[in-house]
C-alpha cells in the first residue's frame, strides 16, 4: 500500500505536538501557554487554534497517544508468548516494558509527571488506559501464583511495585553512561525473578 503524503495541516499538527512535548518536558505545562507553542511551531497564535482547541486538548492527546501505542505494541508482544509458562509471559512483559520506555523517556516523564494537570474527565479516561496495562501485568501474576512458579503474595500490589520500579529507569538512564540498555535490562529482569522465582516442586523436578 503506498502511504499517502500528510498535508501541511496534517504536518502542522504534528510539529505541534511535538513542540507540546517538548515545551511540556522542558517547561511543565502549567509554565506552557499557547503563544509559546505558536512561537516554537514558527505560526501565528491564531492560526494554532485551527489544530487544537485548548492547551488542556493538547495534553490529552498527548497522553492518550502513549498510552494506546503503549497497550498497542503491549498485545502482540505478550501474543509471542501465549501459551508458555507464567514465568515465560512475565519475562516477555518485562522485556517489552523496559525496552518501550528506555526509547521513549520524554513521553514517559511527561504522562508521569503531568496527570496532576488533567481535569477530571480526561483523567479518567487516561487512567482507565493506565489500569489496562497493568491488568496484563497482574493476570500474569495470578497465574504464576496459581501455579506455583511464582511467590506474589498480592498481584495487584507486586504489579505497582514492578512498574513504579521498571518505569523509574527513566528517570536516571543515561544513554551515554557505561552500561548498555542490554545490561541495564538483564540486571532488572535478573532482579525480578530472584525476588519472584519458586523453586520448583519436587514432582516437576523427578519428572525432569
Known amino acids: 500500500m503506498v502511504k499517502r503524503a500528510a498535508n501541511s495541516g496534517e504536518r502542522t499538527a504534528d510539529a505541534i505536538r511535538r513542540a507540546g512535548l517538548k515545551l511540556i518536558y522542558q517547561k511543565g505545562y502549567a ?28 495534553l490529552v492527546e498527548l497522553l492518550l497517544e502513549h498510552m494506546n ?7 502482540p508482544a505478550l501474543a509471542e508468548s501465549d501459551g508458555l509458562s507464567a514465568r515465560d509471559r512475565l519475562l516477555a512483559f518485562l522485556l517489552f516494558h523496559l525496552r518501550y520506555h528506555l526509547t521513549r523517556r520524554v513521553e514517559v516523564f511527561v504522562i508521569n509527571s503531568e496527570l496532576r494537570s488533567l481535569e477530571p474527565d480526561n483523567l479518567a479516561e487516561v487512567v482507565a488506559l493506565r489500569r489496562a496495562y497493568e491488568d496484563e501485568l497482574v493476570a ?65 523436578l523427578k519428572a525432569g
Open 69 to 75: 501505542s503503549l497497550l498497542a505494541e503491549l498485545r
Open 31 to 58: 509554565a506552557v501557554s499557547m503563544r509559546d507553542l505558536a512561537q516554537e511551531v514558527g505560526i501565528g497564535l491564531s492560526s494554532i487554534y485551527n489544530h487544537i482547541s485548548t492547551k488542556q486538548a493538547l
Open 140 to 204: 500474569i501474576l495470578q497465574a504464576g501464583k496459581a501455579d506455583g512458579s511464582l511467590i506474589v503474595e498480592d498481584p495487584q500490589v507486586t504489579a505497582f511495585a514492578l512498574i513504579s520500579m521498571l518505569t523509574g529507569v527513566c528517570n536516571w538512564y543515561n544513554p551515554d553512561g557505561r552500561l548498555s540498555q542490554n545490561a541495564i535490562i538483564k540486571m532488572h529482569v535478573d532482579l525480578i525473578f530472584s525476588g519472584l522465582s519458586a523453586p520448583l516442586p519436587e514432582r516437576q
